[in-house]
């Protein structure tokens, strides 16, 4: 099963511009233990690991259910791998290239 979970960023009800809101997003393919999001950094992969639900800045909203996988646990955690090149740390952008494009 894979599930795509939504955090409010700053947790504040409207987001940091009092408008629409800044959304956070990171997957979870049940069974593997964490979910993957993507994050700036100033070297390597911004590709990492988080607690599903429990993102460590921002405020957990809702959980929604994609189409199930069809791969096993080692070929996702190879397409992690391949992924974790192609999304450098350093190559985030807030607009263009963040964690929604991402997930």
């Not at 800044?22 to 950094?41: K, N, R």
């Not at 599903?52 to 259910?65: C, D, F, I, Q, S």
């Amino acid at each position: 099963q894979v599930l795509l979970h939504v955090s409010e960023v700053c947790g504040s009800p409207g987001g940091i511009l009092g408008l629409a809101g800044c959304f956070h997003a990171d997957v979870e393919i049940v069974g593997l233990g964490d979910a993957f999001s993507f994050g700036w950094c100033p070297d390597g992969t911004g590709v990492h690991r988080v607690p599903p639900k429990h993102h460590p800045v921002h405020e957990y909203r809702a959980t929604l259910t994609m189409a199930p996988t069809t791969l096993t646990a080692s070929e996702v955690r190879s397409v992690i791998q391949e992924l974790s090149a192609e999304w450098q740390g350093d190559g985030y952008d807030c607009i263009q290239r963040n964690c929604c494009h991402f997930a």
